[in-house]
């Protein structure tokens, strides 16, 4: 199982991007599903979640109301919309599938997640 990630790029501060989470091998609709990020000299942070069950959403406070994580059902993807960024927000992004079948709530916990993709760079220019 893994899952891709796609959809970062360069942009404006003030900006929008979409990343995608796609997931080969697995089912990502039965899974909590997580976003983390990484900038250089930093740790990896957690952004956001989605629960498997009942679409349960969380999010890292700096990126609320900025950020919306969604399912799309149809395809089996996770997506990250990123609006309003800011120059803080430029890391590598990283999507994760949970360990075990989801729950009602999810947690942007690493210890909680063990597939990982190879994440996509986003860059924020002020």
């Known amino acids: 199982a893994q899952v891709v990630e796609s959809g970062g790029g360069l942009v404006q501060s003030g900006g929008s991007l979409k990343l995608s989470c796609t997931g080969f091998g697995v089912t990502l609709d039965d899974y909590d599903i997580g976003w983390f990020r990484q900038a250089p000299g930093k740790e990896r942070e957690g952004v956001s979640c989605?629960?498997?069950?009942?679409?349960?959403?969380f999010y890292e406070d700096s990126v609320k109301g900025r950020f919306n994580i969604a399912r799309d059902y149809t395809k089996g993807t996770v997506y990250l919309q990123m609006n309003n960024l800011r120059p803080e927000d430029a890391a590598v992004y990283y999507c994760?599938?949970?360990?075990?079948?989801?729950?009602?709530?999810?947690?942007?916990?690493?210890?909680?997640?063990?597939?990982w993709g190879q994440g996509t760079q986003v860059t924020v220019s002020s």
């Open positions: 994760a599938v949970s360990k075990t079948v989801g729950g009602r709530y999810c947690a942007i916990v690493e210890s909680e997640y063990d597939t």
């Open positions: 989605i629960s498997a069950a009942e679409g349960n959403t």
